[in-house]
């Protein structure tokens, strides 16, 4: 039989990627602003990674990654409006913070195990 340890996640990282997700600015004024934008917010999804060890925020696996090929679509042929790409922008912080919730509350139901 095939036993599976439970994830460990610490409090103290968690906050860490919660301070960071409250310090991003998640809008942009102009269209033009989502390619740099991009990029700021692979880091907090990398930030996050690094953090928790949590699979859900690597780059291929998540929001992120629809909003960085838009992005690229936009750069490329001028085709994404700055509605589609505002709303990719959004989805990323949503999921960014649901995910992180999901972890504090498996932490607190003991689904996983938690440290300091």
């Known amino acids: ?45 990398d930030f996050c990674l690094e953090k928790t060890g949590c699979m859900l925020f690597e780059s291929d696996y998540s929001a992120w990654k629809d909003y960085e090929k838009r992005v690229n679509v936009d750069v490329e042929h001028g085709k994404v409006t700055k509605k589609e790409l505002d709303q990719l922008l959004k989805d990323c912080y949503l999921f960014v913070c649901r995910e992180l919730n999901g972890i504090l509350t498996m932490m607190a139901s003991g689904e996983v195990n938690a440290i300091d």
């Open 1 to 45: 039989m095939l036993t599976l340890e439970k994830m460990t996640y610490s409090y103290s990282a968690l906050r860490e990627c919660a301070d960071l997700v409250k310090k991003t600015n998640w809008t942009v004024a102009t269209k033009k602003e989502h390619f740099s934008k991009c990029f700021e917010i692979q880091k907090v999804f």
